[in-house]
């Protein structure tokens, strides 16, 4: 059997996506995309405040064009109190100065563009900041105030409305309400928060804040957005009367498994994206919105199509542990409910509310999945990083589209060291656990520069440990075998064979030796060594091309495919 060598890498960049064509032409490119999750405050900073900004990204965007993505997608960097992370918006329709003004947004967009990458934006509809000026105005207008019927206010139960009105609780723990005080210091009305006190929900029974967002819509639609990324697609319509939930022995909210919080998945939602899809329709060009929406797998149908939303993120491929059943499991689930939508699915295996996947994949294999990573635990780094590019080829050989998040294209750690006193995630500071900062490292970008190139003056909002210095960019570029140069291949090669595209159907492979995941896409062959041995290639395979191989180095005996690894072949 003879197995060709991978192609070198290269330091020459790779072609980008169509580089010089008009990004608006290329039919429902959003079907295949390739799109990298930007979290602005931690991308680049460019005036070395430590916080990342607009410039920044605009300032390496080549990096994401060489990378070879389709399109960003922006975490929001809109003013805001920075409660959490930006997902606090005190105003929509502008730029935080910490990252920048409405003219430097404009920028990255027509940078992005000319380089031939979309750009999604974020749009928080579920909850605005407490800073928001109609929530501002709700508070300090005193009871009668009309803003209050903008959002959810509501009288207390007990005797003299010192309960919250019914017993939710919020996803960064403890009540769903908080209570105000008059300004004649009088205790007032409760309102209420799915998230943190400071994230109050909008009321969308008012129509009011329906033509809020279609607004807020057009204004980016107008500056040359693609697409949004609708953050907690599944909330916003709360189910009449705000019932109590069910709560189990120890108080808490029964989530029976597969189920969802009574607040979240009602169907009133459905009809905020039959309203925004004619909006994103009348525009010019394949304008997309996908949805965060931590749904039941059947209820997914009800969400997508062509009078709804584009796509939704699939966040079962993310949850699935390693292993040939649970991840074949986690790729033939969602081919089906694609074909039953008409729309492709979506895969992603990191995100800023996960613990990165370079670290998940480290861990014992009945670890539990959330809440970040505590400062004592250590997952294995090496295994981490072998099953992580394993499992990224794996994701990349799918047809639908594919969502990467910063960094992990240089297979960065999630980082457990974090100072207490340094951690800015409300669900640290509300419940104690470690919360998600550990994915929101700022960004190396040259091993020997002050802050690793994230900054020019060494500043940088969260720590950076030392080995963010041996995996930064530059120290990357150009060495064979690094993460950054698989990323960079399958990327190429990905868009070269049409990976992305539905026409060759995922086969998968039976009769396996055990440990050993299998599948093809026409003559492409898609092997992941989930064991702890190498396990010898099938004679059929002798003679294929080795296209690309997740492990940094090649396998001892030749013809095997070494532990923990991926190889894409294809068929002589
Ligand atoms: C989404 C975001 C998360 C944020 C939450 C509240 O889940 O991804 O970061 O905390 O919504 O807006
Ligand atoms: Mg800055």
């Known amino acids: 059997m003879t197995l060709h060598a991978p192609a070198p890498a290269s330091t020459a960049p790779l072609p980008g996506p169509d580089a010089g064509t008009a990004v608006h032409e290329a039919p429902?490119?959003?079907?295949?995309?390739?799109?990298?999750?930007?979290?602005?405050?931690?991308?680049?900073?460019?005036?070395?405040?430590?916080?990342?900004?607009?410039?920044?990204?605009?300032?390496?965007?080549?990096?994401?064009?060489?990378?070879?993505?389709?399109?960003?997608?922006?975490?929001?960097?809109?003013?805001?109190?920075?409660?959490?992370?930006?997902?606090?918006?005190?105003d929509y329709t502008d730029v935080d100065p910490r990252f920048g003004s409405l003219a430097d947004a404009d920028a990255l967009i027509a940078r992005a563009h000319e380089l031939g990458l979309?750009?999604?934006?974020?749009?928080?509809?579920?909850?605005?900041?407490?800073?928001?000026?109609?929530f501002r105005r709700a508070i300090e207008g005193g009871p009668g105030a009309p803003e209050r019927d903008l959002y959810v206010f509501r009288d207390g139960r007990g005797e003299h409305g010192e309960l919250p009105p019914n017993n939710w609780t919020s996803i960064f723990h403890g009540p769903a309400w908080t209570r105000i005080t008059e300004a004649d210091g009088t205790p007032g009305p409760w309102y209420l928060h799915i998230f943190d006190t400071s994230q109050p929900d909008w009321n969308w029974e008012h129509p009011a804040v329906h033509e809020l967002f279609q607004d807020v819509l057009r204004f980016w639609l107008d500056r040359g957005a693609d697409g949004f990324r609708v953050d907690v697609?599944?909330?916003?319509?709360?189910?009449?009367?705000?019932?109590?939930?069910?709560?189990?022995?120890?108080?808490?909210?029964?989530i029976p498994e597969g189920e969802v919080p009574v607040y979240f998945d009602n169907d009133g939602v459905l009809d905020?994206?039959?309203?925004?899809?004619?909006?994103?329709?009348?525009?010019?060009?394949?304008?997309?919105?996908?949805?965060?929406?931590?749904?039941?797998?059947?209820?997914?149908?009800?969400?997508?199509?062509?009078?709804?939303?584009?796509?939704?993120?699939?966040?079962?491929?993310?949850?699935?542990r390693w292993g040939v059943e649970t991840m074949r499991t986690a790729i033939e689930e969602?081919?089906?409910?694609?074909?039953?939508?008409?729309?492709?699915t979506t895969w992603v295996l990191s995100n800023h509310d996960v613990i990165r996947h370079a670290s998940r994949y480290g861990f014992p294999p009945d670890h539990a999945f959330g809440e970040g990573l505590a400062r004592d635990e250590v997952p294995d780094a090496e295994l981490g990083l072998l099953r992580a590019r394993a499992a990224t080829l794996l994701m990349l050989s799918l047809p639908g589209s594919a969502y990467l998040y910063q960094g992990e294209e240089l297979g960065l750690p999630e980082v457990a060291d974090i100072p207490d006193h340094l951690r800015e995630d409300p669900s640290h500071l509300r419940a104690g656990v470690p919360g998600r900062d550990g994915c929101r490292v700022p960004l190396p970008w040259s091993g020997d520069a002050p802050a690793f190139g994230f900054s020019s003056t060494g500043s940088s909002w969260l720590p950076q440990p030392a080995v963010f210095g041996e995996l930064a960019v530059d120290r990357q570029i150009g060495v064979e075998g690094s993460t950054l140069e698989m990323y960079r291949r399958a990327l190429h090669l990905r868009r070269e064979l049409r990976l992305g595209r539905p026409e060759a159907p995922v086969a998968f492979l039976e009769d396996l030796p055990e440990g050993l995941l299998g599948l093809t896409r026409g003559d492409v062959v898609v092997l992941v060594n989930t064991s702890e041995q190498e396990i010898p290639l099938a004679e059929d395979l002798a003679g294929a091309e080795l296209l690309l191989a997740s492990a940094p180095s090649a396998p001892a005996a030749p013809g095997t495919i070494p532990a923990d690894a991926a190889l894409w072949l294809r068929r002589a």
Do not use: C
């Open 28 to 90: 429902e490119w959003w079907r295949d995309a390739v799109v990298y999750q930007v979290y602005p405050r931690s991308f680049a900073d460019s005036d070395g405040d430590g916080m990342g900004d607009l410039p920044g990204i605009t300032s390496r965007l080549p990096h994401l064009r060489d990378l070879g993505v389709d399109a960003i997608w922006l975490s929001p960097f809109y003013t805001s109190p920075q409660k959490d992370g930006g997902y606090d918006v005190a």
């Open 334 to 344: 969602p081919l089906a409910l694609a074909d039953a939508v008409g729309a492709p």
């Open 272 to 320: 905020i994206y039959r309203e925004w899809r004619p909006i994103l329709d009348s525009y010019e060009g394949e304008r997309m919105m996908v949805l965060e929406a931590w749904i039941p797998e059947h209820r997914l149908p009800l969400y997508i199509g062509p009078a709804e939303a584009h796509q939704s993120f699939n966040f079962g491929f993310l949850q699935a």
């Open 118 to 134: 979309r750009v999604i934006v974020d749009i928080v509809p579920n909850h605005s900041s407490d800073q928001h000026e109609l």
């Open 233 to 254: 697609a599944h909330g916003m319509v709360k189910p009449e009367g705000l019932p109590d939930a069910t709560v189990n022995a120890e108080g808490l909210i029964d």
